[in-house]
């Protein structure tokens, strides 16, 4: 032991341990919130067979397009109205005004008495849904240690996923049992309970504080949670946008970012929203569509934990291409009439692509833009990718009324496929060469 030197603790190592855990205690907290508004989006795809399946609740497969979309179209104007919020108001008051209202609305479905009160109280509850993502992966992305980056994104927004597991095994016991309003009833409890510990808890972006000329807040949320000192340029305020996500070098990065999100986001939350209304039209039992819906989501989960230990080695780029080919695979593999095990395999690979690369596509985005632009970015992107999830559901809604439901899945491939090929034609723009170096000079 004589030639062991012991440790030593210097206040650079006390400050790195306190950001890992500062680091670690927001993307959890943001993380619980992504799993709630999971469990929201996903409640209806639960729900939707035990709809079609009775007349007497007014629900047809005309109409239950239509009414899946509106929770995205409320979702839309949330998100690109959240990136503006986030920017003028903040990060933490955002995401806690998302919270509480998509809540109470998810909550009130349950009263729905038919299609037109449902879709209603889906619309409404879609603005918090949308504006609750922007500021949260804002949070998430601005208090990670910068090696860690994507890891601490996947984990935050792999709460969609979760929350649709949870949806999936819940409809199980309570639709066998009880009726579908009681999908809606539950969601409130764990936004209840998750509100008041969010309240309390949840701190405001040092970067944003800094980036509006906010110091003395700033060195508040420093000293509470022991990060390191700020740079030599903070409390100045942000220079100002000089044409913001549309100036000459980030304009291109903008436009194939949004149609990118668009594609991704067709592909993705048309097949979380229909997969287990086609697979019950393409015969097999509630139950089991119940079953493909909980696979879909668990592959969702695992598979984006391995695309973020893969970007942090390989880079965005070249992840998200693959990712989205690997969808694209699994969805035309899924079109024909399988043994379960191989079916089981390709649903997991597609909820694999789908929600990975969707992580992959936002983590990208957050790294291509200046700090004080980022929620704004996010908030765009988001936005208009958006459209993707109105148009998906309606779209697969007028297939499965009107010919073979399992046309769908070719048609997310090639919306998937799309979606590769936007990614690769973004170019690298300046805050992405720059946070690339800042990683690799932090990483030596």
């Known amino acids: 032991m004589d030639g062991m030197l012991p440790a030593v603790y210097t206040p650079q190592r006390d400050s790195r341990r306190q950001g890992a855990r500062t680091s670690i205690l927001i993307t959890a907290l943001c993380a619980v919130m992504v799993v709630i508004e999971g469990y929201d989006l996903v409640a209806y795809s639960v729900v939707l067979p035990v709809l079609t399946d009775n007349p007497a609740y007014g629900f047809t497969p005309g109409n239950v397009g239509w009414v899946a979309a509106a929770v995205f179209v409320g979702a839309l104007f949330g998100a690109l109205t959240s990136g503006w919020l986030c920017d003028r108001y903040g990060r933490r008051p955002v995401a806690i005004a998302a919270l509480a209202e998509f809540t109470l609305f998810s909550g009130l479905c349950g009263f729905a008495a038919g299609p037109v009160s449902l879709g209603l109280f889906r619309l409404v509850a879609g603005l918090g849904i949308g504006a609750l993502i922007p500021a949260a992966s804002a949070l998430t992305l601005e208090f990670a240690i910068p090696r860690h980056r994507t890891l601490a994104y996947t984990v935050m927004l792999g709460g969609v996923p979760v929350g649709g597991v949870l949806a999936a095994l819940t409809a199980i016991p309570v639709l066998a049992n009880l009726s579908w309003h009681w999908m809606f009833f539950i969601a409130v409890i764990p936004g209840v309970i998750v509100l008041p510990i969010v309240v309390r808890t949840l701190p405001e972006s040092v970067a944003f504080l800094e980036s509006v000329g ?231």
């Open 214 to 444: 906010r110091a003395e807040e700033a060195a508040a949320v420093r000293t509470r949670f022991q990060l390191a000192g700020p740079p030599a340029q903070a409390g100045v305020p942000a220079p100002a946008d000089e044409g913001g996500l549309f100036s000459p070098g980030y304009r291109t990065a903008t436009v194939l970012f949004a149609a990118a999100t668009f594609c991704g986001l067709l592909a993705w939350y048309g097949l979380a929203t229909w997969l287990p209304g086609i697979m019950r039209k393409s015969g097999y039992e509630l139950g089991s569509s119940l079953v493909f819906l909980l696979v879909l989501n668990l592959g969702a989960v695992a598979g984006s934990l391995f695309t973020a230990a893969a970007t942090d080695k390989w880079g965005n780029r070249k992840v998200v291409i693959l990712t989205y080919a690997g969808m694209a695979v699994a969805l035309v593999v899924m079109q024909y009439k399988l043994p379960q095990p191989p079916l089981l395999l390709a649903i997991a690979l597609a909820g694999v692509g789908g929600h990975g690369g969707q992580i992959l596509i936002n983590a990208f985005v957050s790294k291509s833009y200046p700090t004080h632009w980022r929620a704004r970015a996010l908030g765009w992107s988001l936005g208009i990718g958006r459209l993707g999830t109105i148009v998906g559901p309606i779209l697969i809604g007028w297939i499965v009324a009107g010919g073979d439901p399992r046309l769908g899945f070719i048609v997310f491939a090639v919306a998937a496929v799309t979606a590769l090929v936007l990614l690769s034609l973004v170019p690298r723009t300046r805050a992405f060469e720059q946070a690339s170096s800042e990683v690799t000079d932090k990483a030596g």
